[in-house]
């Protein structure tokens, strides 16, 4: 039983490491931490949530969480010496530069919202006129702002709603990351050859 435990773990401890290789592959140019989910306020789970890692392996605020298959998390808002908080992208003070990931895509504004976040959904407005936006596009971090490396997948629109005016039509979007299931997540810690941008709108 003792074996088949350590089994067990390094089972997993190389599960971990693949999943961290994969991501280097995408973000050659930040180095990969993975992290556990360590506190959760039941009130609030779809808001923030709290990890194991922190200052002392150099994680700082506004650093990147994406999941293990490349899905946006959100971000990370505070961190002590062994603990870091990270904001989810359907908080509702979060709201992330988008791309709308196809052929004539444009830039969108991907934010938290009241309604939604309960649902563990994100909403999708500024949406260019001349995008026509469908259920099933694939929504992308844009790489403006500052915090988000281009190319982190943010979700799929499941959803286009329009009131009278085509310009206050919004899209309503399913996070590539499942909130209620997460355990585990990387933090992407920018190297020092990478210039921070501005601030995310």
């Known amino acids: 039983r003792k074996q088949n435990r350590e089994m067990s773990v390094l089972e997993s401890k190389n599960e971990e490491l693949r999943q961290a290789l994969n991501l280097k592959e995408q973000f050659g140019d930040y180095t990969i931490h993975g992290a556990n989910i360590i506190a959760v306020d039941p009130s609030n789970w779809f808001n923030a949530f709290k990890i194991d890692i922190g200052t002392t392996e150099g994680i700082d605020s506004n650093f990147p969480v994406v999941t293990s298959s490349r899905g946006l998390v959100g971000r990370v808002v505070t961190s002590d010496i062994s603990t870091s908080t990270v904001q989810t992208i359907i908080d509702v003070e979060s709201a992330i530069s988008g791309w709308i990931a196809k052929a004539g895509g444009g830039h969108a504004i991907v934010?938290?919202?009241?309604?939604?976040?309960?649902?563990?959904?994100?909403?999708?407005?500024?949406?260019?006129?001349?995008?026509?936006?469908?259920?099933?596009?694939?929504?992308?971090?844009?790489?403006?702002?500052?915090?988000?490396?281009?190319?982190?997948?943010?979700?799929?629109?499941?959803?286009?709603?329009?009131?009278?005016?085509?310009?206050?039509?919004?899209?309503?979007?399913?996070p590539a990351a499942d909130f209620k299931r997460l355990e585990e997540v990387f933090v992407l810690k920018r190297n020092k050859n990478i210039k921070s941008g501005s601030a995310e709108e």
């Open 111 to 174: 934010r938290g919202d009241m309604e939604l976040k309960g649902k563990g959904l994100c909403k999708m407005d500024y949406i260019p006129l001349e995008v026509d936006v469908e259920v099933g596009d694939i929504i992308e971090t844009s790489g403006l702002g500052g915090y988000y490396p281009k190319g982190i997948v943010i979700g799929e629109v499941i959803e286009v709603r329009k009131s009278n005016s085509e310009l206050d039509r919004y899209a309503i979007i399913q």
